[in-house]
């Protein structure tokens, strides 16, 4: 059978650069290679050529048949957890020079888990991502309504910029009170500054945050412009590279990213930042539709990659936006899927701390280097890769199928000399002590995102992928109540995978602050509704046309209006889809308002609805949506509990529990469906290993995904 590629996900994390292609019958293939964070477009051609080799296809043949190519990623991610963005200088109102160091108090706690955010126990501010001496506040003043009540002192926006351009800063944000309604202020101030960049013959860019990202809520609005200076700009050029790349094997498109809000957006759209958590949003879109397909409602996405660690929901088949979401424990107003990063994960280096001997896992990682065992070097610390490696967990010879060669002596002798030792432990026991740590973090970090929302485990399956999920699920997920817990055999290209299974997106917000009075009559709630009505109807056409400028065929686009309401005197609003695509009257806002209820009764209790209060619009949201190829899950005969012959390996000590013990070995994709595989039991791919405690076993069904059960 002759295959027809037709869609091309990418996922590019700090390790590996994984790649899936769906044909025209929606069946897929998947690649992998190492990432090249210096230029990814490398890993991107390494990974795509892999994936092609499995249909005994070159890239030049199969990339000008494909419809279109979506990337995704945690590179942006990284340069936040690992703090390695651009140095970047702020001109703010005067008096506001103190933002980072004061922070809001719920920035302070993000990230911890659920009983010290309870107990209030490690609340710590934030490393800053611009430190005070290159930030300078300027005198202006514009009120909540917009208007001009101190002008701008155009002479200290011109000593500002110079200052910071003195100090060698690589880009400039501005961010002034309420410019979020009126942004003359920050238009001219920007002015001035590119008139100093112009005579200095300097280009670094500006960014305005009335022109970025007008909306309301200063200290998270400060927070997205200067993470899209920090972080996402430099990430625009890669992907140029990639799209280049592709234009130079005839591609028919241009290369899109997977965004926050769950679609995919162009890569030159002026907000790159919707994309910064892209990678684990693949992975939860692709956890929805796996849901989909197997009739599961409430599902734990969890994405263990080399760099972080990423958990978010699906409840009730629906994944939750959030307004004010969180990245690297800095809170922002743009509207992404819930989801919770920590920079944890396979490639994280492991300290100790020479004064209190504490442990000390990540933020920072080997990235593409994996750890110490590298036989190419370049990393100084051992990394939890080593660790497993030592313990008999992972294959040193069949890392990426044998392309990579780790050294199992020289990781021992690294735990030894820079754990065990000052530790004063055996090198084996600190090496299981760090995963075993690791794993309890993790274990924390899927709880506090459960509870932390009201929920309970017991009415959750989880899901485990990323290179390094299959390897420590039976871990972090041991003592959590869940019904079940998968992990798919392409675990390792499951956000790729989850990049495919989206739309074309194109999406508006808007900031409306519209209020519904308690027991307003049908006159009024039609007024309002009328408002409403006309954002969205500016959103449709907004939404139409980017989507038609991209190449989409306007008979297919869906136009979907949302709304974000709450109850008036509240602090937290709540995203839903309209019942309704216009309010034309009394009856069509009862329906939205009856829709708002409903969705709010299931987050938090019916007990908590508060009509008496009234209602607040605080946005209308329009989204556009085109349609795209979905990979197809076959299903496979079962044949049967027991594994065949061929997919034996052999044996393998493994350390776990301070006890060694015998590992059977089997082949991955030599096993079938039906297949039971006991504990103790090492799983390997050229992908990713999963690994088998001796009270586990795991049972293979027939769409290949794996279900992890306890003797």
């Not at 690992?82 to 933002?99: F, L, N, P, Q, S």
């Not at 409306?512 to 009024?524: G, K, M, R, T």
């Amino acid at each position: 059978m002759v295959k027809v590629p037709n869609v091309l996900a990418i996922d590019a994390g700090g390790t590996m650069t994984d790649t899936i292609i769906i044909d025209d019958e929606g069946r897929f293939t998947i690649g992998k290679a190492r990432s090249t964070p210096h230029d990814e477009s490398i890993g991107f051609l390494a990974s795509l050529s892999n994936a092609l080799n499995y249909w005994d296809m070159k890239a030049e043949e199969a990339v000008p048949s494909l419809e279109t190519a979506i990337y995704s990623g945690t590179t942006m991610l990284n340069r936040v957890l690992e703090r390695k963005g651009r140095k970047v200088g702020a001109i703010v109102t005067k008096g506001m020079e103190h933002y980072f160091r004061l922070e809001r108090a719920k920035q302070t706690y993000m990230g911890y888990s659920y009983q010290d955010r309870f107990h209030a126990a490690t609340h710590i501010h934030n490393e800053p991502l611009i430190p005070e001496e290159l930030i300078r506040g300027v005198r202006e003043r514009i009120d909540v309504m917009g208007d001009i009540v101190i002008p701008l002192y155009e002479h200290e926006v011109e000593s500002a910029v110079k200052e910071l351009l003195d100090l060698g800063v690589e880009a400039i944000v501005i961010n002034f009170l309420y410019s979020y309604r009126n942004g003359i202020h920050e238009s001219r101030a920007k002015e001035i500054a590119q008139k100093i960049l112009a005579e200095r013959k300097v280009n670094i860019p500006i960014i305005t945050a009335s022109e970025f990202h007008p909306i309301r809520g200063d200290f998270p609005r400060m927070n997205v412009v200067t993470l899209e200076a920090y972080a996402a700009e430099g990430s625009r050029s890669q992907l140029r590279k990639i799209d280049q790349e592709l234009k130079k094997l005839k591609s028919r498109f241009d290369l899109r990213i997977m965004s926050s809000h769950g679609g995919a957006i162009s890569i030159e759209t002026k907000q790159l930042i919707r994309s910064m958590t892209s990678g684990p949003i693949g992975g939860i879109i692709g956890g929805k539709y796996l849901g989909e397909v197997l009739g599961i409602r409430n599902i734990v996405c969890t994405d263990v990659g080399g760099t972080s660690f990423d958990v978010g929901l699906i409840t009730d088949g629906e994944y939750t936006i959030e307004a004010n979401p969180e990245i690297g424990r800095f809170l922002i107003n743009l509207p992404m899927v819930a989801t919770e990063s920590r920079g944890a994960g396979m490639g994280s280096y492991v300290r100790v701390d020479p004064i209190s001997k504490r442990v000390e896992i990540g933020p920072d990682s080997a990235g593409y280097r994996i750890g110490v065992s590298y036989e190419e070097g370049g990393v100084q610390w051992p990394t939890i890769t080593d660790c497993e490696l030592i313990l008999g967990v992972l294959n040193p010879d069949y890392f990426l199928g044998g392309e990579i060669k780790l050294n199992k002596e020289k990781a021992y002798k690294e735990i030894e000399k820079q754990v065990a030792s000052e530790l004063g432990l055996d090198t084996y026991d600190a090496a299981a002590g760090i995963v075993e740590l690791l794993e309890t973090q993790m274990r924390d970090i899927v709880y506090g995102a459960i509870l932390g929302r009201g929920y309970s485990p017991v009415d959750y399956v989880l899901l485990s992928y990323g290179g390094g999920g299959p390897v420590l699920a039976a871990n972090y997920t041991r003592e959590i109540p869940f019904l079940d817990v998968l992990v798919p055999s392409w675990a390792a290209a499951f956000s790729a995978f989850g990049c495919a299974c989206g739309n074309l997106e194109a999406r508006r917000d808007r900031s409306s602050d519209l209020p519904i009075w308690p027991n307003a009559n049908d006159e009024f709630k039609s007024f309002i509704g009328s408002l409403v009505t006309g954002f969205w109807n500016s959103q449709r056409e907004e939404c139409f046309k980017e989507l038609i400028d991209a190449g989409c065929e306007k008979e297919k686009i869906t136009f979907h209006p949302y709304a974000r309401m709450q109850y008036a005197g509240q602090l937290t609003d709540l995203e839903f889809p309209s019942p309704v695509e216009k309010i034309l009257s009394g009856k069509d806002m009862d329906k939205v308002i009856e829709t708002f209820e409903k969705h709010y009764e299931k987050i938090y209790a019916r007990s908590a609805k508060l009509p008496e209060a009234g209602y607040y619009f605080t946005y209308t949201i329009g989204v556009g949506r085109y349609p795209l190829k979905k990979p197809v899950l076959y299903k496979e005969e079962k044949k049967g509990r027991k594994p065949p012959e061929e997919a034996f390996k052999g044996e393998r000590d493994v350390y776990w529990r301070s006890q060694w013990s015998s590992g059977e070995v089997y082949e991955m994709h030599l096993l079938d469906a039906g297949n039971e595989i006991n504990g103790t039991a090492i799983i390997e791919s050229p992908n990713t290993t999963l690994f088998l405690p001796r009270d586990c076993y795991a049972y293979l069904d027939e769409y290949r995904i794996f279900h992890i059960r306890r003797k």
